[in-house]
């Protein structure tokens, strides 16, 4: 029997000698950690993330980066053991709560979330069905190959919408003007990703080198 597109194939967790649905975890785990900061549209599972007004807000990515600093220094055994995770010093450093850099970190984790919530229901392929906690092991992932994983990505992005726009330039003969108005505000936005890039190497002096660099 085949798989429906977009259909979520449960997964199940051991939480406290019971086994607990991920797809029914995403509510609760939304109603204790994201509710008290963002009391409005708080539940992932029903959230449209297709609308960017609904993106992870930076109070949102705090709290979910507070649970995963907890479960990193927690020296409790568990079911998922987050200690085993490459680069882990850095990993708790960049979410330490007590990192001069928390705001602007939290902020880039708040993307982090936004561009991995693809792996969720806005996508064909539901991997974590908009669950905070799996979404953010997605990003910690890329974290862990290098904490400027995001800042690069948002300057790759801008400079591949540069150059199709200006490939499309080459070929139309209708159209140009607006064309033209795009490529001003994806040049605009380069310069913004560059900036912000920069700004994230000036702060990165209280993160542990990377132990393990590469595949």
Not at 118 to 128: A, M, R, S, Y
């Amino acid at each position: 029997m085949g798989t429906k597109s977009g259909a979520y194939q449960d997964v199940y967790i051991k939480r406290e000698d019971e086994m607990v649905s991920l797809k029914n975890d995403v509510t609760d785990f939304c109603e204790k950690y994201i509710k008290p900061v963002h009391p409005k549209n708080w539940d992932w599972s029903t959230r449209d993330f297709e609308n960017p007004d609904n993106d992870p807000t930076v109070a949102e990515a705090r709290a979910i980066g507070n649970v995963v600093f907890k479960d990193l220094n927690d020296k409790k055994e568990t079911d998922v053991d987050l200690s085993t995770m490459n680069n882990v010093e850095s990993i708790k450093a960049y979410l330490n709560p007590k990192s001069k850099y928390e705001a602007f970190n939290m902020e880039e984790f708040a993307f982090a979330l936004k561009v991995e919530l693809e792996h969720g229901k806005i996508k064909d392929v539901n991997v974590t069905n908009n669950h905070p906690f799996l979404t953010a092991m997605i990003a910690l992932a890329h974290m862990t190959e290098s904490l400027t994983y995001y800042k690069r990505l948002k300057v790759m992005e801008a400079e591949g919408e540069i150059y199709e726009i200006m490939r499309k330039i080459d070929k139309v003969t209708t159209g140009k003007e607006k064309l033209l108005e795009d490529l001003i505000k994806a040049e605009e936005e380069l310069k913004e990703a560059r900036a912000g890039l920069a700004e994230r190497l000036e702060k990165m002096d209280d993160i542990p080198v990377l132990e393990i660099i590469g595949d």
